[in-house]
């Protein structure tokens, strides 16, 4: 029988539709497109806060490292000296290699603990002038929180007096901790004008003797002076600093280099709870960069995440080596 001309033809028209529609069922609608972006979207969303909680803990614990370190730091040379560092004569010294480690020692806590970080070369730079100079521009890494910044040279703030023992910088390494000094504030000055005996002598100290932290100017504490217990005493904290002031030196709290005498870069006081890092300034306190609390190296060597929102009493009583009041640290 023969097959009429349009119906042989119809099953090759027949498998191209088929095809063309197989082809466009494969592609995506825009519509189909927008909702995947959207939905792509929304699971970045939801990882990225736990992805940026999990790299914070992971800098959280590493500051906390770092003030073990320090503590160590703090220990050893106890063991070697028989008192905890000093913190030099004020903010117009720094380090000087060739002065020892007591109170004829110009430098603060950061130069005094070098070599106990394995960092003795560095220390051994400050013999004056430009050496000295090349010390200021060696940033230590265990001296930086890294969830507030990175281990670096910071500018040097504008306008200062010349520190005397060196040749000047612009930029300086820097200190994101700072020792206890008391529970009471007492104002530091920025030293003698020369390191001649006369002028050491005839120098108006401040009242050093009554600081009633682990270091000031001037002191050299020994264990047995904490008598209200190494484990109820803070030694080195975090140092509050405003978020607007971590890398451009405009801070009097954060304007000189780690390594010089007293001063609110490298020493703080407990009259005051610790606060989370903001948007003011403040140079005298304790604070950090992390939500919920403020690391301490206590002087037993231990270190504790002390609460923002602590006790004003307890926390002042923790500042200070020697009053005799309870200090519970316990949740």
């Not at 909702?35 to 970045?44: D, E, F, H, K, P």
């Not at 010294?93 to 110009?106: E, I, L």
């Amino acid at each position: 029988m023969n097959i009429p001309r349009h119906d042989r033809k119809q099953p090759a028209t027949a498998a191209i539709v088929s095809k063309a529609k197989s082809r466009f069922s494969s592609a995506f609608t825009l519509i189909e497109l927008l909702v995947v972006i959207a939905i792509i979207g929304i699971l970045v969303a939801l990882i990225l806060p736990a992805v940026q909680a999990a790299r914070e803990s992971a800098r959280k614990m590493e500051c906390k490292n770092h003030l073990k370190q320090i503590g160590m730091a703090f220990h050893l040379h106890h063991d070697t000296y028989k008192h905890f560092p000093t913190n030099g004569w004020g903010w117009q010294w720094v380090g000087d290699a060739k002065r020892g480690f007591g109170q004829p020692q110009p430098g603060g806590w950061c130069f005094n603990v070098l070599p106990y970080l394995e960092q003795q070369a560095a220390r051994d730079l400050a013999t004056g002038g430009a050496p000295t100079a090349q010390l200021l521009q060696t940033p230590v890494e265990v001296f930086y929180c890294p969830s507030r910044r990175a281990a670096r040279n910071y500018p040097v703030g504008a306008g200062l007096p010349p520190i005397r023992n060196t040749d000047p910088v612009t930029e300086a390494a820097r200190t994101d901790y700072a020792v206890c000094a008391g529970d009471a504030i007492i104002n530091t000055p920025s030293g003698p004008p020369s390191m001649t005996a006369s002028d050491l002598q005839s120098y108006a100290w401040p009242p050093w003797r009554t600081a009633t932290g682990i270091s000031y100017v001037l002191t050299t504490i020994r264990m047995a002076e904490v008598t209200d217990g190494t484990s109820n005493t803070a030694m080195v904290g975090e140092k509050y600093l405003s978020r607007l002031q971590y890398r451009d030196g405009t801070s009097l709290g954060d304007d000189q280099p780690a390594y010089l005498g007293d001063d609110a870069d490298n020493r703080r006081w407990t009259d005051e709870p610790p606060s989370k890092d903001g948007e003011t300034d403040d140079i005298q306190h304790f604070g950090s960069a992390h939500s919920g609390g403020c690391h301490f190296a206590l002087a037993d060597g231990s270190t504790r995440l002390i609460s923002h929102t602590i006790d004003a009493t307890v926390f002042k009583n923790l500042g200070n080596r020697h009053d005799g009041n309870p200090v519970n640290l316990e949740p």
